[in-house]
């Protein structure tokens, strides 16, 4: 994720180049958005991140030409990279989009990125900490909580999360017990 000047999310992370495949540049890319054939269709315009997943100072742009499903990702053809050579130069890094460009939300979801700096309370209004971050695994989303010096892990679940306000930048949980004594 990348920020304006004033903090506010501009950019979204949709994917982060695994490897070169094959000789013509193609990419293997693991997929970070939910709507992968809107955001890597032919067309779609890309910006390049650093393998800390913020905008590239650059600012490279790619172009899709192609995209295809390959193991449990996707094999991308950008028309900038035309070779593996050039391909070689993008493992690791990160791929995103402008926020204003992602499909819109239901009522009832919201964008990891906008967990971050929330601060966390129990359900009787007791503040546990602030979202430092978030992880993204193959079975489930954890939360990376602050609490005074430590740092909590907490898996993001609908039995946990109470309500989540980021209007007024507020995490309600309903933590496992034990999570925080």
């Given amino acids: 994720m990348t920020s304006s000047p004033r903090g506010e999310a501009t950019h979204a992370i949709v994917g982060r180049v695994r ?30 991140g650093n393998t800390a997943g913020d905008l590239a100072p650059n600012g490279a742009t790619l172009h899709v030409e192609d995209s295809r499903p390959f193991k449990d990702g996707l094999l991308v053809t950008f028309d900038e990279i035309q070779d593996r050579n050039a391909a070689d130069l993008w493992r690791e890094r990160y791929l995103l989009v402008p926020i204003e460009e992602l499909e819109p939300l239901a009522e009832d979801e ?34 990376e909580i602050r609490r005074g010096k430590e740092t909590v892990l907490m898996p993001y679940r609908d039995e946990f999360i109470a309500e989540v306000d980021t209007e007024a930048r507020i995490l309600v949980i309903d933590p496992p017990d034990g999570l925080f004594e």
């Fill in 110 to 143: 919201v964008y990891l990125h906008d967990l971050v700096g929330l601060e966390v309370r129990r359900t009787d209004g007791t503040v546990v900490g602030t979202v430092l971050g978030y992880f993204e695994l193959a079975h489930g989303i954890l939360l």
């Fill in 19 to 48: 490897r070169a495949h094959g000789v013509r540049g193609e990419l293997l890319i693991e997929v970070m958005t939910d709507a992968p054939d809107a955001v890597f269709a032919s067309g779609a315009r890309i910006f390049a």
